[in-house]
T-cell receptor, first 116, second 113 residues
Framework: EAGVAQSPRYKIIEKRQSVAFWCNPI?????LYWYQQILGQGPKLLIQ????????DSQLPKDRFSAERLKGVDSTLKIQPAKLEDSAVYLC??????????????FGPGTRLLVL | DQQVKQNSPSLSVQEGRISILNCDYT??????FLWYKKYPAEGPTFLIS?????DKNEDGRFTVFLNKSAKHLSLHIVPSQPGDSAVYFC????????????FGKGTKLTVNP
């Protein structure tokens, strides 16, 4: 079974530029999560989708971050414009469906973003 | 305000000995707890979990203990192996319906041969 795929793996941009990350979850997984992991911190949930609907985006900085999951499969996370403090690893995770039981979130390798 | 605290940023143990990683949480309403393991340049992988109705859960060399009165959980690895060297994150489920996870800052475990 293929795991969660993310691209790119690394990205370096200058502040005020835009950047987008892509995630392809495990086939058949209805729930998709985007996390931000700043160096020295644990992952922090940014947004959670169930199919193509948003379940929780309470910690997403909506003035600069946006995410979509068209057709309930792939997802993109965009930052526009980027700030220095956005430098982090952006992790995508997926799970089969809500209510299956916790502990079943499968993470991708992440995209490491450096904002200069 | 951290809801999940891992106060030891790092831990070093000898191969074959026990590794004990600790985690404290603030809200007595949390009822499901997990440990994730992360290697460099990889995403976290689920290791073991425990619900609040239990005080111990074991899976091979890994055992998680939960002390609800102290709002404390710990992960024991016995015996420790060099391949266990990784960052270990404690996480709690804060909202049962959404399966929202809140992670601690992690503890870097180094197992020396």
């Amino acid at each position: 079974e293929a795991g969660v795929a993310q691209s790119p793996r690394y990205k370096i941009i200058e502040k005020r530029q835009s950047v987008a990350f892509w995630c392809n979850p495990i086939s058949g997984h209805a729930t998709l999560y985007w996390y931000q992991q700043i160096l020295g911190q644990g992952p922090k949930l940014l947004i959670q989708f169930q199919n193509n609907g948003v379940v929780d985006d309470s910690q997403l900085p909506k003035d600069r971050f946006s995410a979509e999951r068209l057709k309930g499969v792939d997802s993109t996370l965009k930052i526009q414009p980027a700030k220095l403090e956005d430098s982090a690893v952006y992790l995508c995770a997926s799970s089969l469906h809500l209510g299956q039981g916790v502990g079943t979130q499968y993470f991708g390798p992440g995209t490491r973003l450096l904002v200069l | 305000d951290q809801q999940v605290k891992q106060n030891s940023p790092s831990l070093s143990v000898q191969e074959g000995r026990i590794s004990i990683l600790n985690c404290d949480y603030t809200n007595s309403m949390f009822d499901y707890f997990l440990w994730y393991k992360k290697y460099p340049a990889e995403g976290p992988t689920f290791l073991i979990s425990i619900s609040s109705i239990k005080d111990k859960n074991e899976d091979g060399r890994f055992t998680v203990f939960l002390n609800k009165s102290a709002k404390h959980l710990s992960l024991h690895i016995v015996p420790s192996q060099p391949g266990d060297s990784a960052v270990y994150f404690c996480a709690v489920v804060t909202q049962g319906g959404s399966e929202k996870l809140v992670f601690g800052k992690g503890t870097k475990l180094t197992v020396n041969p």
